[in-house]
């Protein structure tokens, strides 16, 4: 019998989401097995299976980054500077101009 142990909870992790894969074309556990196995009903072991497949999850993905704080738009003329784009003289203004 293997008892679920929440100080150790990623080699359980593994352990409860290989049983529950194993038994997932079946339509899962018996409820037998389950008690046996973990020591816990379906219910439980659905909560289990849960934060499990979070953690494994949690340890798979990078390490992410602090967000950066927002960024101001760049002003119109330099963003086409930094693009090597040239900015469109505004005929608008052009006409009003003259």
């Known amino acids: 019998m293997t008892a679920f142990h929440p100080n150790n909870l990623s080699a359980d992790a593994w352990h409860i989401v290989e ?5 997932s074309p079946f339509g899962g556990p018996p409820e037998e097995e389950l008690f ?5 009903n379906r219910s439980r072991f659905a909560e289990v299976l849960a934060e499990s497949v ?8 990078p390490a992410r980054r602090r967000p ?7 002003h119109p003329d330099t963003s086409a500077r930094l693009t090597g784009s040239q900015r ?5 203004a052009a006409r009003n101009s003259t």
């Not at 049983?19 to 038994?23: H, L, Q, R, S």
């Not at 046996?36 to 816990?40: C, N």
């Open 68 to 74: 950066s704080a927002p960024r101001r738009p760049l």
């Open 54 to 61: 979070d953690q494994i999850a949690h340890q798979l993905r």
């Open 88 to 92: 469109k003289p505004d005929v608008q």
């Open 19 to 23: 049983f529950a894969e194993a038994w």
């Open 36 to 40: 046996v196995r973990f020591g816990m």
